[in-house]
């Protein structure tokens, strides 16, 4: 599999640039894993933390999760790696965790979020609230968050690659 990257269009509506953005830095999470091996994968960015790019990859299948079931549309189908008992699940991997289980995790969750934010307007709010504010989110501050949270996260993606394999690129 090779990761086609293309950056949104300098000209796009706000709606296309703010999704083009957020496929961007999908798209870079995934080429950020390509071409490692699952043991790669699970490499811990360096002790004592656990942060690896399989680690990253699970996080991010529960945070489009949450934001676009939970907070969204006000589905919750619950978390995938994580529980009560271990709420930094999607963090921690095992020798039993698997790429593809976690790649098709990921994709299925991103494409359930296009899916419900295509129901909505970027003014349009959500059906979950804030825990802090017990206010609506609008489709617009979910999108920029989601893309905040892909950037920082893609941040620690370049330094774990480089340390399992040295490579770099933006």
């Known amino acids: 599999m090779t990761t086609e990257r293309r950056e949104p269009a300098q000209n796009a509506g706000e709606r296309a640039m703010l999704e083009g953005w957020l496929d961007y830095h999908r798209q870079t ?14 490499t811990a960015s360096a002790e004592p933390s656990e942060l690896s ?7 991010m299948a529960e945070v489009e ?12 189908p619950g978390p995938v790696y994580y529980n009560e008992q271990d709420p930094d699940g999607d963090f921690h991997v095992t020798e039993d965790d698997t790429w593809a289980e976690a790649y098709a ?3 299925a969750e991103i494409e359930t979020a296009r899916r419900n934010a295509a129901g909505f307007g970027l003014d349009d709010l959500s059906k979950g609230r ?4 017990d206010e609506p989110f609008n489709l617009r501050w979910i999108y920029t968050h989601m893309i905040e949270e892909y950037a920082r996260h893609n941040g620690h993606a370049d330094l774990i690659r480089e340390r399992v394999d040295g490579a770099t690129g933006d």
């Open 29 to 42: 999470l995934a080429w950020k894993c390509e071409g490692l091996t699952d043991e790669q994968l699970r």
């Open 53 to 59: 790019l399989m680690g990253l990859v699970r996080h």
């Open 65 to 76: 999760r949450g934001w676009f079931r939970k907070v969204l549309v006000g589905d919750d």
């Open 105 to 107: 995790t990921w994709q």
């Open 130 to 133: 804030s825990r802090s504010t």
